[in-house]
């Protein structure tokens, strides 16, 4: 049919109707909040980069899990800043490191809070990447061991879920079967199966004091311009034992999360990284947008291109507007 008879206009006149058309509903549920947990106690620090984000001492941590648990967000994900760093990022596998202690202590004051920790050694190591460095190179193989004890010690401190970023090869089996072998099979493996090298990931490495101190992660995350290589990146995290997989960052990927969607036949996550986020906080702050009706649009989105779960920076603020 054609205009005049066909008229789209007829089923958005009404607030009713156009939620009855609506063709994707986001809700809390939909949301896994990013913390960043530090030593320390009544620790609540702001971090300069991304506006209403903080550095969060474990006392403190637990109050703004129980708020987001409250909001009805399901989930939360674990970023530590340890005491201490060196090459070998000890303190990522340590059995009271911070990320293992905050698990501990949420889970004790909110078991039915989902808590996933991020599986890494960038923000442990003194050189910032994310493995073990031969010469000025990552060595993939010798990472994989430490990146599984990570996994495990989480999963012994009581995590619900684990999220290996580093983009190793191999890292997803290798995990999978560290987990199994430490009787941790429950244990589901949400795996950053599409990380790029990404400009926008610049706040953030001021938030978990991780940026490289030499050279960058071009060797081991993924080219921006590649979306073929993500699917086959994917099917092998899938062939490996993962059950989530993660495209990172979100909106600049929105094909990629498509892409994956209609390929793999997992659960699909994305993260709204720190760059989105606080690109948006910026231009908020200097009133040329209206802040809540860009992070709804920008979430809706990312959702809408096949994204069943959204880590994001946004996820109290978004589900305050979205609760009655």
Known sequence: MLFPDARGRRLRQHSGLRRMVRETVLTPNDFILPLFVVEGKAVREPIAAMPGQYHLSIDRLIPTAREAGELGIPAIILFGLPPRKDPLGTEAYKNQGVVQRAVAAVKDALPDLVVITDVCLCAYTDHGH?????????????????????????????????????????????????????????VPIMSYAAKYCSAFYGPFREAADSAPQFGDRRTYQMDPANAQEAIREATMDVEEGADIIMVKPALAYLDVIGRIRDEIDLPVAAYNVSGEYSMIKAAAERGWIDEAKVMLETLTAIKRAGAEMILTYFAMDAARRLNP
Not at 152 to 181: C, F, N, T, Y
């Open 130 to 186: 994310c493995g073990v460095i031969d010469g000025h190179q990552v060595d993939n193989d010798a990472s994989l061991d430490l990146l599984a004890r990570t996994a495990v010690s989480h999963a012994q401190a009581g995590a619900d879920m684990v999220a290996p970023s580093d983009m190793m090869d191999g890292r997803v089996a290798e995990i999978r079967g560290a987990l199994d072998e430490a009787n941790f099979g429950q």
